[in-house]
C-alpha cells in the first residue's frame, strides 16, 4: 500500500489540514467582507452606488473609492485641475444616475458629480435660503419619476436635467432641525426631518408638518398601497399609512422591545419579496415580508454584530446586497443563494458520522459525544453518557467514528477507536461488544443482521450478534464505505481501491482486475446505488465515477469518470446522494455540489450559500422522512432540501476598467504614458507604442475564482488565458489597422459567461503611410534600386564566382565552429544535460518576462541521496552511472519547456515556466516516485537510489538567486527529515 502523508491520515480521522472558519448562522447569508487590508481607503462607508457597468462606488471620509471586485481605485480632494476631485474628502452621499453614466456625489462642502468614462468631476453650487446656510449634503435620492432630489441641512433642492442646475423648491422653517430623507408616493411628496414627517405643498412650495412632530426621523422608503417604511432614531423601524389617522409612534414601530438590534435607524432597504434590510447603529436586521415583528438579525464579520455599526443598504442589480459600515468598511452577500442551514450542536461542532433515526432525526456523534438532532426543530438531544473514555481537549473525537441505526431492533451500533459499541438504553451508555482493541472507521448491518466493521488498519470484520463471534475478516487497509450487494456481498471502499466480498465464500476481488480507471492506488471514498442502474463512486483527487455490471459478472464491469475536466476531479469527495429527480448533491473538501441529472451542469455552494467553506467529511451524510439532506464536517453539519434549493445562473457582465497607451513623443523622442476614456472605441496614432488594457467581471462573492480568455481579433488567432490576477493585456507596435478586443470570463465549474466586453481598435497610419504616397514612394525607390544595380553589375559580375567559393568554404569552417563552440559552453560532458552556465542564461531571460508580462515559473532543485556511498561502496564508475541515468530519468519525465542542468556534483536544478509552486510539488514527486521505482544497471551491480527536491515559487522571491538559495535550503529541510521526500 501506498505511504500516506500525516495530513491525509488526519483527514480520515476527521480533522481537516486547513483552518477553521467562522461557523455559519442559522437562515444567515454569507457576507464577503472588505476593509483596509482589501484596499479600500477608508472604513467608514456612509453611502453606496452602482453605474452603468456594475461597477460599485463607496463614500467615505477619503473620497469615494471606484471598486471593479478586485481594485479600488480613489478619488480625492482636486487639485490645480478642479474636474480631477472633490471639494473636500469627506463623501456623505452617493447617487448614479438613472443611465449610470454619472455618479452623484455629496460632501460637506457642496455637490459634485462624476463621469464614469472620463472620471472627470462637474462642480454645482447650491443656491441658498439665507447667509447662514451651508453645503452640507444630507440626502441624494432619485424618486420613481426620474428626479434627483437633494438635501442640504434645512433645503430641499432638485436638479434640472434641462438647464443642468440646481433649484431651491422649499425649506424647513425650524432653524433647529434638519431634513432627512425625501420619498415621492403617488403623487405626494413625503419628507422626513428631526422634528417630524413633512409633505410638500406643490402649490405653496411649502413644507407641512403631516404627523409625529418632535420624532427624528432618519431614513423614508417606499412600501406597497401607498404606505411607507419610516427609520427613526428612537423607535427602531416604522410602518405608515397616510391614508389613516396617525396611531401612537410607538404602536407602528418594531424596536429593541420587538428584537431590533438597535433603535436608532441608520438606513432601510427594501427586496422584491417583501424583505427588509433595517440598518442600525448596533447591526443588520431583517424584518420578513413586512411582518413588523419578525425580526433576524445577521451579524456580517466575526464581531459581535452588536459591535457593528451599520451605514448603508444597498442593492445592486443583479441582486446583491451591500452594506457599509461606520468601522468596518462594507460587505456583500447575495440573499437568492442563502438556500443551506448550518449549525453546530450542543457543544460540539466536528460531525464525524451521522445515520438516520426515526421520522426527521438522525443520530450524530461529535467530539462531545453521541446526539439525537431534529431536523424540523433544529433541536438535539444528548450527549448520551458514554462508557468509552472521550476526549476533553477539544480535538476530533478520537473514539466514536462511524453510527448506524437498527430499524428493526431498534438498535444503535457504533463503531469506535476501541472496538464495536452498542448503545444500552437502560444505562444510556456505549458498551463495547466486540472487536476489542479494534480501531474502526465505517459500519454497517446487512439483511441478516451482521455487523461489517470497517477498521482502519486492521481490515474488514463480519461479526454475527447471534453468536457473538467474527465470522469473516479481510486484510484491507482503511475502510471508509460499506455497501452491500445482496445477503452475502458486499462493495468496499478503501484508501487502497475498490474491492468486492462475499462473507460466505470468503472471496475477496480488487475491480482493478477489471478496469485501469479505479486502481489499487486510488483513494475511494464513497460508494452508493444509484436509482439509474449503477453506482456511484467517490474519490479523492481522482474525480467521480459511474459503474456498471451484469449481475453478478464482475467482468463485465464498466466504469465511467463523470465530468472529468470540473473541480470534482480535484478534491475529495465525502459523500453522495442522489435525490427524486437524479440529480447529485456531493460533499466535498471545499462545500456542496451539485450534479444536474443531465449529468452535465455543475452547480456549486460555497460559504455565499450558507454551506461551510471547511468542507465535510467522508461518509458523515444523512436524509430523513422529509427528503432533508444533512452533511457532517468539521464546522459543524448543513441541511437542505433539494427542491428548496435556488440555482442561480452564473452570468456576470465583463466590463473594461482601465485603458491606457504609451507614445513617443515625436519633438523629443520621450514616452509618455496616456489614460483613455472607457468607451467602445479608441483611436491610436502611429506613434503609439504600447496598448495596455484591464478588465474585470462583476462577480463581487467569487472574484478570485475567475479565469479570463481575451483575444485581439486580426491580430492573433487564438484565446488566451489569465487569471484574477493578471487581468491587463498589453500589445506592442501595433500595425495600421482596424482590430477588435475581446475578453470573456469563465468559472471553476468551466461554465463561460454569457456577457463579454469589446473595444474597436483603430491604428491611424501616418501621412506617408496613405496609399498614394506609398506607390510614389516605391516607384522612386525602385528607379534608384535597377539604375545602382545596373551600374554594378559589371563589377560584381566578374568577382561574384570567385567570392562566392570563398565565402561558402570560410562559411561552412565557421559554422561548424560556432556548433562545436556553443556545445562545449552549454553542455556537461558527462550526462549530456545544460550546464550551470546555460541555465544562469535561460533563468534570467525568464525572470525578465516574469517581471514584465507577470508569467511566473518554478524551480526544483534535485539531489541523488546518499551518492557519496555509492560512489565510495561501488566505485566512481558506477557513479558516474547512475549520474547518467539519473539524469535521462529526469530528462523524459519533464516537458520540452521545461530546463534541467546539472548544477553541480549530484544536483540537478530545473526550471518549470508557467507552473506554480503546486504544480511544481506534483511534477517534482511524479520525478522522485520515478526515481525510486527506477533499478540501475551498472554490471556487475544493481542500484537503487531515491532522490530528494525542494520547490519553490519564484512569485515569492525578489530574484533568481534568492528562489534558488530557496529552493536549496529546503532541499536540506528534505535531507534532515530523512530523504526521499520533496519540499515546497
Same mark, same amino acid.
Given at each position: 500500500?501506498?505511504?500516506?502523508?500525516?495530513?491525509?491520515?488526519?483527514?480520515?480521522?476527521?480533522?481537516?489540514?486547513?483552518?477553521?472558519?467562522?461557523?455559519?448562522?442559522?437562515?444567515?447569508?454569507?457576507?464577503?467582507?472588505? *476593509?483596509?487590508?482589501?484596499?479600500?481607503?477608508?472604513?467608514?462607508?456612509?453611502?453606496?452606488?452602482?453605474?452603468?457597468?456594475?461597477?460599485?462606488?463607496?463614500?467615505?471620509?477619503?473620497?469615494?473609492?471606484?471598486?471593479?471586485?478586485?481594485?479600488?481605485?480613489?478619488?480625492?480632494?482636486?487639485? *490645480?485641475?478642479?474636474?480631477?476631485?472633490?471639494?473636500?474628502?469627506?463623501?456623505?452621499?452617493?447617487?448614479?444616475?438613472?443611465?449610470?453614466?454619472?455618479?452623484?456625489?455629496?460632501?460637506?462642502?457642496?455637490?459634485?458629480?462624476?463621469?464614469?468614462?472620463?472620471?472627470?468631476?462637474?462642480?454645482?453650487?447650491?443656491?441658498?435660503?439665507?447667509?447662514?446656510?451651508?453645503?452640507?449634503?444630507?440626502?441624494?435620492?432619485?424618486?420613481?419619476?426620474?428626479?434627483?432630489?437633494?438635501?442640504?441641512?434645512?433645503?430641499?433642492?432638485?436638479?434640472?436635467?434641462?438647464?443642468?442646475?440646481?433649484?431651491?423648491?422649499?425649506?424647513?422653517?425650524?432653524?433647529?432641525?434638519?431634513?432627512?430623507?425625501?420619498?415621492?408616493?403617488?403623487?405626494?411628496?413625503?419628507?422626513?426631518?428631526?422634528?417630524?414627517?413633512?409633505?410638500?405643498?406643490?402649490?405653496?412650495?411649502?413644507?407641512?408638518?403631516?404627523?409625529?412632530?418632535?420624532?427624528?426621523?432618519?431614513?423614508?422608503?417606499?412600501?406597497?398601497?401607498?404606505?411607507?417604511?419610516?427609520?427613526?432614531?428612537?423607535?427602531?423601524?416604522?410602518?405608515?399609512?397616510?391614508?389613516?389617522?396617525?396611531?401612537?409612534?410607538?404602536?407602528?414601530?418594531?424596536?429593541?422591545?420587538?428584537?431590533?438590534?438597535?433603535?436608532?435607524?441608520?438606513?432601510?432597504?427594501?427586496?422584491?419579496?417583501?424583505?427588509?434590510?433595517?440598518?442600525?447603529?448596533?447591526?443588520?436586521?431583517?424584518?420578513?415580508?413586512?411582518?413588523?415583528?419578525?425580526?433576524?438579525?445577521?451579524?456580517?464579520?466575526?464581531?459581535?454584530?452588536?459591535?457593528?455599526?451599520?451605514?448603508?443598504?444597498?442593492?445592486?442589480?443583479?441582486?446583491?446586497?451591500?452594506?457599509?459600515?461606520?468601522?468596518?468598511?462594507?460587505?456583500?452577500?447575495?440573499?437568492?443563494?442563502?438556500?443551506?442551514?448550518?449549525?453546530?450542536?450542543?457543544?460540539?461542532?466536528?460531525?464525524?458520522?451521522?445515520?438516520?433515526?426515526?421520522?426527521?432525526?438522525?443520530? +450524530?456523534?461529535?467530539?462531545?459525544?453521541?446526539?439525537?438532532?431534529?431536523?424540523?426543530?433544529?433541536?438535539?438531544?444528548?450527549?448520551?453518557?458514554?462508557?468509552?473514555?472521550?476526549?476533553?481537549?477539544?480535538?476530533?473525537?478520537?473514539?466514536?467514528?462511524?453510527?448506524?441505526?437498527?430499524?428493526?431492533?431498534?438498535?444503535?451500533?457504533?463503531?469506535?477507536?476501541?472496538?464495536?459499541?452498542?448503545?444500552?438504553?437502560?444505562?444510556?451508555?456505549?458498551?463495547?461488544?466486540?472487536?476489542?482493541?479494534?480501531?474502526?472507521?465505517?459500519?454497517?448491518?446487512?439483511?441478516?443482521?451482521?455487523?461489517?466493521?470497517?477498521?482502519?488498519?486492521?481490515?474488514?470484520?463480519?461479526?454475527?450478534?447471534?453468536?457473538?463471534?467474527?465470522?469473516?475478516?479481510?486484510?484491507?487497509?482503511?475502510?471508509?464505505?460499506?455497501?452491500?450487494?445482496?445477503?452475502?456481498?458486499?462493495?468496499?471502499?478503501?484508501?487502497?481501491?475498490?474491492?468486492?466480498?462475499?462473507?460466505?465464500?470468503?472471496?475477496?476481488?480488487?475491480?482493478?482486475?477489471?478496469?485501469?480507471?479505479?486502481?489499487?492506488?486510488?483513494?475511494?471514498?464513497?460508494?452508493?446505488?444509484?436509482?439509474?442502474?449503477?453506482?456511484?463512486?467517490?474519490?479523492?483527487?481522482?474525480?467521480?465515477?459511474?459503474?456498471?455490471?451484469?449481475?453478478?459478472?464482475?467482468?463485465?464491469?464498466?466504469?465511467?469518470?463523470?465530468?472529468?475536466?470540473?473541480?470534482?476531479?480535484?478534491?475529495?469527495?465525502?459523500?453522495?446522494?442522489?435525490?427524486?429527480?437524479?440529480?447529485?448533491?456531493?460533499?466535498?473538501?471545499?462545500?456542496?455540489?451539485?450534479?444536474?441529472?443531465?449529468?452535465?451542469?455543475?452547480?456549486?455552494?460555497?460559504?455565499?450559500?450558507?454551506?461551510?467553506?471547511?468542507?465535510?467529511?467522508?461518509?458523515?451524510?444523512?436524509?430523513?422522512?422529509?427528503?432533508?439532506?444533512?452533511?457532517?464536517?468539521?464546522?459543524?453539519?448543513?441541511?437542505?432540501?433539494?427542491?428548496?434549493?435556488?440555482?442561480?445562473?452564473?452570468?456576470? *457582465?465583463?466590463?473594461?476598467?482601465?485603458?491606457?497607451?504609451?507614445?513617443?513623443?515625436?519633438?523629443?523622442?520621450?514616452?509618455?504614458?496616456?489614460?483613455?476614456?472607457?468607451?467602445?472605441?479608441?483611436?491610436?496614432?502611429?506613434?503609439?507604442?504600447?496598448?495596455?488594457?484591464?478588465?474585470?467581471?462583476?462577480?463581487?462573492?467569487?472574484?478570485?475564482?475567475?479565469?479570463?480568455?481575451?483575444?485581439?481579433?486580426?491580430?492573433?488567432?487564438?484565446?488566451?488565458?489569465?487569471?484574477?490576477?493578471?487581468?491587463?493585456?498589453?500589445?506592442?507596435?501595433?500595425?495600421?489597422?482596424?482590430?477588435?478586443?475581446?475578453?470573456?470570463?469563465?468559472?471553476?465549474?468551466?461554465?463561460?459567461?454569457?456577457?463579454?466586453?469589446?473595444?474597436?481598435?483603430?491604428?491611424?497610419?501616418?501621412?506617408?503611410?496613405?496609399?498614394?504616397?506609398?506607390?510614389?514612394?516605391?516607384?522612386?525607390?525602385?528607379?534608384?534600386?535597377?539604375?545602382?544595380?545596373?551600374?554594378?553589375?559589371?563589377?560584381?559580375?566578374?568577382?561574384?564566382?570567385? +567570392?562566392?567559393?570563398?565565402?561558402?568554404?570560410?562559411?561552412?569552417?565557421?559554422?561548424?565552429?560556432?556548433?562545436?563552440?556553443?556545445?562545449?559552453?552549454?553542455?556537461?560532458?558527462?550526462?549530456?544535460?545544460?550546464?550551470?552556465?546555460?541555465?544562469?542564461?535561460?533563468?534570467?531571460?525568464?525572470?525578465?518576462?516574469?517581471?514584465?508580462?507577470?508569467?511566473?515559473?518554478?524551480?526544483?532543485?534535485?539531489?541523488?541521496?546518499?551518492?557519496?556511498?555509492?560512489?565510495?561502496?561501488?566505485?566512481?564508475?558506477?557513479?558516474?552511472?547512475?549520474?547518467?541515468?539519473?539524469?535521462?530519468?529526469?530528462?523524459?519525465?519533464?516537458?520540452?519547456?521545461?530546463?534541467?542542468?546539472?548544477?553541480?556534483?549530484?544536483?540537478?536544478?530545473?526550471?518549470?515556466?508557467? +507552473?506554480?509552486?503546486?504544480?511544481?510539488?506534483?511534477?517534482?514527486?511524479?520525478?522522485?516516485?520515478?526515481?525510486?521505482?527506477?533499478?540501475?544497471?551498472?554490471?556487475?551491480?544493481?542500484?537503487?537510489?531515491?532522490?530528494?527536491?525542494?520547490?519553490?515559487?519564484?512569485?515569492?522571491?525578489?530574484?533568481?538567486?534568492?528562489?534558488?538559495?530557496?529552493?536549496?535550503?529546503?532541499?536540506?529541510?528534505?535531507?534532515?527529515?530523512?530523504?526521499?521526500?520533496?519540499?515546497?
Amino acid at each position: 500500500m501506498r505511504r500516506l502523508s500525516a495530513c491525509f491520515l488526519s483527514f480520515f480521522a476527521l480533522m481537516v489540514c486547513s483552518n477553521f472558519a467562522a461557523q455559519a448562522q442559522i437562515g444567515a447569508p454569507a457576507f464577503h467582507t472588505f *476593509d483596509m487590508e482589501s484596499g479600500i481607503t477608508h472604513v467608514t462607508v456612509s453611502d453606496i452606488a452602482e453605474d452603468k457597468y456594475g461597477f460599485l462606488w463607496l463614500a467615505s471620509q477619503s473620497g469615494i473609492d471606484k471598486f471593479d471586485g478586485y481594485t479600488f481605485r480613489n478619488f480625492g480632494m482636486w487639485g *490645480d485641475d478642479k474636474s480631477t476631485g472633490l471639494q473636500t474628502l469627506s463623501a456623505l452621499q452617493l447617487e448614479a444616475s438613472l443611465d449610470g453614466q454619472h455618479i452623484w456625489v455629496g460632501t460637506f462642502s457642496g455637490l459634485s458629480r462624476l463621469n464614469v468614462d472620463t472620471e472627470r468631476f462637474d462642480h454645482y453650487p447650491l443656491p441658498v435660503a439665507s447667509s447662514f446656510d451651508k453645503q452640507i449634503i444630507n440626502r441624494l435620492k432619485t424618486t420613481h419619476d426620474g428626479r434627483l432630489w437633494i438635501i442640504s441641512e434645512r433645503n430641499l433642492y432638485r436638479y434640472h436635467n434641462q438647464t443642468d442646475s440646481i433649484e431651491l423648491v422649499s425649506y424647513l422653517p425650524d432653524t433647529t432641525s434638519t431634513l432627512t430623507d425625501i420619498e415621492l408616493i403617488g403623487n405626494t411628496l413625503y419628507v422626513t426631518s428631526t422634528s417630524g414627517l413633512y409633505k410638500l405643498d406643490p402649490i405653496k412650495s411649502s413644507l407641512e408638518l403631516i404627523a409625529y412632530k418632535g420624532v427624528n426621523f432618519t431614513r423614508l422608503v417606499a412600501a406597497e398601497r401607498s404606505r411607507f417604511w419610516l427609520g427613526t432614531s428612537t423607535h427602531g423601524i416604522c410602518l405608515f399609512n397616510p391614508n389613516v389617522a396617525p396611531p401612537a409612534i410607538s404602536e407602528q414601530c418594531t424596536s429593541e422591545v420587538q428584537g431590533l438590534s438597535d433603535n436608532s435607524v441608520t438606513d432601510i432597504l427594501l427586496q422584491n419579496n417583501g424583505d427588509v434590510w433595517v440598518a442600525t447603529e448596533r447591526g443588520l436586521n431583517l424584518l420578513k415580508a413586512y411582518s413588523p415583528y419578525t425580526v433576524l438579525q445577521f451579524p456580517i464579520s466575526d464581531k459581535d454584530s452588536g459591535d457593528e455599526r451599520v451605514s448603508s443598504l444597498y442593492q445592486t442589480k443583479s441582486g446583491l446586497v451591500v452594506v457599509g459600515t461606520k468601522d468596518d468598511g462594507f460587505a456583500i452577500t447575495n440573499p437568492e443563494l442563502s438556500n443551506f442551514y448550518s449549525t453546530e450542536v450542543g457543544d460540539g461542532r466536528i460531525i464525524g458520522s451521522m445515520t438516520r433515526y426515526k421520522g426527521n432525526k438522525i443520530w +450524530l456523534t461529535n467530539e462531545k459525544g453521541l446526539w439525537i438532532y431534529d431536523v424540523i426543530d433544529k433541536t438535539y438531544e444528548g450527549p448520551f453518557t458514554s462508557g468509552i473514555a472521550q476526549r476533553t481537549d477539544g480535538k476530533a473525537n478520537n473514539k466514536l467514528t462511524s453510527v448506524f441505526y437498527d430499524t428493526k431492533n431498534d438498535a444503535l451500533w457504533v463503531s469506535t477507536r476501541s472496538g464495536l459499541a452498542k448503545l444500552n438504553r437502560e444505562t444510556n451508555q456505549l458498551d463495547i461488544v466486540a472487536l476489542q482493541g479494534k480501531s474502526g472507521y465505517s459500519i454497517n448491518m446487512d439483511a441478516q443482521g451482521d455487523i461489517w466493521f470497517g477498521g482502519y488498519s486492521d481490515g474488514v470484520f463480519v461479526y454475527r450478534p447471534s453468536e457473538g463471534r467474527v465470522i469473516r475478516q479481510w486484510p484491507l487497509s482503511l475502510t471508509t464505505q460499506i455497501l452491500f450487494e445482496n445477503g452475502e456481498s458486499a462493495w468496499l471502499s478503501t484508501v487502497t481501491g475498490l474491492h468486492f466480498a462475499n462473507k460466505l465464500t470468503g472471496e475477496l476481488t480488487s475491480i482493478s482486475e477489471y478496469t485501469d480507471k479505479i486502481t489499487d492506488s486510488t483513494v475511494v471514498t464513497w460508494i452508493s446505488r444509484s436509482k439509474r442502474g449503477g453506482y456511484w463512486v467517490g474519490t479523492q483527487a481522482d474525480g467521480l465515477y459511474f459503474i456498471t455490471k451484469d449481475n453478478d459478472d464482475l467482468s463485465s464491469l464498466k466504469v465511467t469518470q463523470i465530468k472529468p475536466e470540473s473541480r470534482l476531479s480535484k478534491v475529495s469527495i465525502g459523500a453522495i446522494v442522489e435525490d427524486d429527480e437524479y440529480g447529485l448533491w456531493i460533499s466535498t473538501i471545499v462545500g456542496i455540489s451539485y450534479l444536474a441529472p443531465d449529468l452535465d451542469t455543475l452547480y456549486y455552494y460555497g460559504a455565499e450559500n450558507g454551506a461551510l467553506s471547511t468542507g465535510y467529511y467522508i461518509g458523515s451524510v444523512a436524509t430523513t422522512e422529509n427528503n432533508t439532506i444533512v452533511f457532517g464536517g468539521a464546522e459543524g453539519l448543513t441541511l437542505f432540501i433539494p427542491s428548496e434549493v435556488t440555482n442561480v445562473k452564473w452570468s456576470p *457582465d465583463v466590463h473594461l476598467t482601465r485603458v491606457e497607451t504609451v507614445s513617443r513623443d515625436q519633438n523629443n523622442g520621450t514616452s509618455v504614458q496616456r489614460r483613455l476614456n472607457l468607451g467602445n472605441k479608441i483611436e491610436l496614432t502611429h506613434n503609439t507604442i504600447a496598448l495596455s488594457i484591464e478588465f474585470s467581471a462583476t462577480d463581487y462573492m467569487n472574484a478570485n475564482e475567475i479565469r479570463y480568455a481575451y483575444k485581439l481579433v486580426d491580430f492573433e488567432s487564438s484565446w488566451r488565458f489569465t487569471d484574477y490576477k493578471a487581468r491587463v493585456a498589453t500589445y506592442t507596435n501595433l500595425e495600421p489597422g482596424h482590430y477588435r478586443f475581446t475578453v470573456k470570463a469563465i468559472n471553476e465549474e468551466n461554465v463561460w459567461s454569457s456577457e463579454e466586453a469589446q473595444l474597436e481598435v483603430i491604428v491611424i497610419p501616418p501621412w506617408w503611410d496613405k496609399p498614394i504616397w506609398r506607390g510614389a514612394l516605391l516607384i522612386t525607390i525602385l528607379l534608384l534600386i535597377t539604375s545602382a544595380v545596373w551600374l554594378r553589375i559589371s563589377a560584381l559580375k566578374a568577382r561574384s564566382a570567385e +567570392l562566392s567559393l570563398k565565402v561558402e568554404e570560410k562559411t561552412r569552417d565557421l559554422e561548424a565552429m560556432v556548433a562545436k563552440l556553443t556545445l562545449l559552453s552549454s553542455q556537461d560532458s558527462l550526462t549530456g544535460l545544460k550546464n550551470r552556465r546555460y541555465f544562469t542564461q535561460r533563468a534570467k531571460a525568464e525572470w525578465q518576462e516574469f517581471k514584465r508580462h507577470n508569467r511566473a515559473f518554478s524551480l526544483l532543485i534535485v539531489d541523488i541521496d546518499f551518492f557519496k556511498k555509492i560512489n565510495d561502496e561501488y566505485g566512481h564508475h558506477v557513479g558516474d552511472t547512475v549520474l547518467v541515468k539519473i539524469a535521462k530519468t529526469l530528462e523524459n519525465n519533464l516537458r520540452e519547456s521545461d530546463v534541467i542542468a546539472r548544477w553541480g556534483g549530484e544536483e540537478f536544478l530545473i526550471l518549470l515556466p508557467s +507552473l506554480n509552486v503546486q504544480e511544481a510539488y506534483w511534477v517534482a514527486e511524479k520525478l522522485r516516485k520515478c526515481v525510486a521505482e527506477q533499478v540501475i544497471e551498472a554490471p556487475p551491480h544493481s542500484v537503487k537510489v531515491t532522490i530528494t527536491c525542494g520547490v519553490a515559487d519564484i512569485k515569492d522571491y525578489d530574484s533568481v538567486d534568492a528562489c534558488i538559495h530557496a529552493v536549496d535550503k529546503k532541499l536540506y529541510v528534505g535531507k534532515e527529515s530523512g530523504r526521499n521526500a520533496v519540499v515546497k
